[in-house]
């Protein structure tokens, strides 16, 4: 971005135009730490990881969370700026596989869902994973997101991951336990005043 020095430990931005991640210096990821409006080429990740133990999906949701696909256990959710466009972003052996999810279905699945509603676009992604049966969310950095498909790439056996791949889902799942701060108050559904 500049040619201000990166740590080992640095924070990135999203290039809208590119679609890539590129690596920020501090004042770079403050300058370009903004949320809300479109517009704009450059936008830092944010750092939050935010679960939510409670979320149970609705029993309507049922088969809209099997129709996104969940392969090996694992999908990360992207929403673009704008179009609200929704990718569905798995992993694979030949690196991440992206594919478009309809909105209706991606409400559906995720409706009542704490994290959901706060993803930020572009910036955010929405982890959903299969925790011995049942159906979990949370929201994390899409930096990570792409790190760990990254890191799963070379590991993954078709169909499911393999051993390697999941015992890296599960350190990955671990981590964010430690990380996840939970859904704050106010970004929940009819919780009483
Ligand atoms: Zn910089």
Redesign the pocket.
Known sequence: ????A?GVEHRHLVDLEQRVLAC??????T?FDREGACGGRFRTVPERYVGDPQWRPAPEAGKALAALDVRGGLAFFVRRCGAGQVLAVRPGPAGPVESEVEPGLWQAAFAGAAPARLLVDDVEALLLWSDTGRARCALVPLDAAFALLAALRPLWREPDGGPAARARVTAFLADLDRRAVPVPATARWGTPA
């Open positions: 971005m500049c040619t201000g990166v920020a210096c501090g004042a770079c990821a300058l």
